[in-house]
T-cell receptor, first 112, second 113 residues
């Protein structure tokens, strides 16, 4: 079992729709969760982080965390073609320092 | 505030040759990370430094990879000898020791022929 799992996609949504990206992780004791966006040929850039169960909103982005189910998700409202990218879920497994374990990423395509 | 700097941006070598990558973190960031990202996969941590000490290098192939951060600022990652499967993007990231947020540099794309 992979430690951090994501559906590789591609996930295709029409412009203006809500995109839902999901991630599961193996270590129940993990406390820190991050979403990075990576455009093709570029390096990952941080979108959001979440530490507590529930929802955290930042603009069009909402991160959702359910530690009991070991599940974290990212919702993108009013999706734009510029949101087309690979979204990487990263988890600080075992709360080991600042070390992150990344999932394989989900490729999102927003069609005009 | 300047971001994480890396050089070179691209490198093409033949297998069994050696190569070195350089990283300068965001000013004041005590923690520095090297990741390997193979095409189509997420980044995989190779080594983490806290100042000039190694925190974790459990996923670093030590028979061929080495890294150092002698003065606790910039860092060098070396591969010697390179194999075909080392073709990847090598990403450097840094973070404030007090927070988990990691900021990535532009990466070095390595192609081993």
């Amino acid at each position: 079992q992979k430690e951090v799992e994501q559906n590789s996609g591609p996930l295709s949504v029409p412009e203006g729709a809500i995109a839902s990206l999901n991630c599961t992780y193996s270590d129940r004791g993990s406390q820190s969760f991050f979403w990075y966006r990576q455009y093709s040929g570029k390096s990952p850039e941080l979108i959001m982080f979440i530490y507590s169960n529930g929802d955290k909103e930042d603009g069009r982005f909402t991160a959702q965390l359910n530690k009991a189910s070991q599940y974290v998700s990212l919702l993108i409202r009013d999706s734009q073609p510029s949101d087309s990218a690979t979204y990487l879920c990263a988890v600080n497994l075992n709360n080991a320092g600042n070390m992150l374990t990344f999932g394989g990423g989900t490729r999102l395509m927003v069609k005009p | 505030e300047a971001g994480v700097a890396q050089s070179p941006r691209y490198k093409i070598i033949e297998k069994r040759q050696s190569v070195a990558f350089w990283c300068n973190p965001i000013s004041g960031h005590a923690t520095l990370y090297w990741y390997q990202q193979i095409l189509g996969q997420g980044p995989k941590l190779l080594i983490q430094f806290q100042n000039n000490g190694v925190v974790d290098d459990s996923q670093l192939p030590k028979d061929r990879f080495s890294a150092e951060r002698l003065k606790g600022v910039d860092s060098t990652l070396k591969i010697q000898p390179a194999k075909l499967e080392d073709s990847a993007v090598y990403l450097c990231a840094s973070s404030d020791a007090l927070a988990g947020t990691q900021y990535f540099g532009p990466g070095t794309r390595l192609l081993v022929l």
